[in-house]
T-cell receptor, first 116, second 113 residues
Framework: AQSVSQHNHHVILSEAASLELGCNYS??????LFWYVQYPGQHLQLLLK??????LVKGIKGFEAEFIKSKFSFNLRKPSVQWSDTAEYFC??????????????FGTGTRLTIIP | DGGITQSPKYLFRKEGQNVTLSCEQN?????MYWYRQDPGQGLRLIYY???????QKGDIAEGYSVSREKKESFPLTVTSAQKNPTAFYLC????????????FGEGSWLTVV
């Protein structure tokens, strides 16, 4: 079965630090890749997505992610974090087993805490 | 206001009782989903429906049931057979073919005591 791994469970950074959150998936073939964010008390919202084309995708609020097919990875990055980036971040994949539909397999999430 | 509405936001139930969570969307999406979110486990798919009157089991369907009688509605029933029902439940929807984004509701907290 397809799976998604987020190895960082809780990351604590100071404001202005650079961020990289890891995401790896377990299968080959065509994949659609997503990062969702859940701010405290808010619903899950899309941060960015990759379907095809340029493997470096840019999302909202200065986030970007790079799809590296050879490494089965889709890491999330931000050059300088802000206190308002404190949230839980989920990587998700729509993989070959989901052909013809859009259901997602999620990672376990990474809790990001930014210290002012 | 377009979007996905889940109700109730908070629900308490006694063990052994069935409970139904409501999910309505006005986005004209064909596909709808129910996920369960537990700390440290991310989101896991319970059921999904790609079209009215049809639905499929997800990864953790045991102890749950759904119906899809209308395009805009996809209620989830948590039955007494669900061994660990206390969780945060998220409803979502998407256009439904392939390559589209899934949008989420605000969630429902279910506590079974």
């Amino acid at each position: 079965a397809q799976s998604v791994s987020q190895h960082n469970h809780h990351v604590i950074l100071s404001e202005a630090a650079s961020l990289e959150l890891g995401c790896n998936y377990s299968y080959g073939g065509t994949v659609n890749l997503f990062w969702y964010v859940q701010y405290p008390g808010q619903h899950l919202q899309l941060l960015l997505k990759y379907f095809s084309g340029d493997p470096l995708v840019k999302g909202i609020k200065g986030f970007e992610a790079e799809f590296i097919k050879s490494k089965f990875s889709f890491n999330l990055r931000k050059p300088s974090v802000q206190w308002s980036d404190t949230a839980e971040y989920f990587c998700a994949v729509n993989g070959p087993e989901d052909f013809g539909n859009e259901k997602l397999t999620f990672g376990t999430g990474t809790r990001l805490t930014i210290i002012p | 206001d377009g979007g996905i509405t889940q109700s109730p936001k908070y629900l308490f139930r006694k063990e052994g009782q069935n409970v139904t969570l409501s999910c309505e969307q006005n986005l004209n999406h064909d596909a709808m989903y129910w996920y369960r979110q537990d700390p440290g486990q991310g989101l896991r798919l319970i059921y999904y429906s790609q079209i009215v009157n049809d639905f499929q089991k997800g990864d953790i369907a045991e102890g749950y049931s759904v119906s899809r009688e209308k395009k805009e509605s996809f209620p989830l029933t948590v039955t007494s057979a669900q061994k660990n029902p206390t969780a945060f439940y998220l409803c979502a929807s998407s256009r439904g073919s392939s390559g589209n984004t899934i949008y989420f509701g605000e969630g429902s907290w279910l506590t079974v005591v």
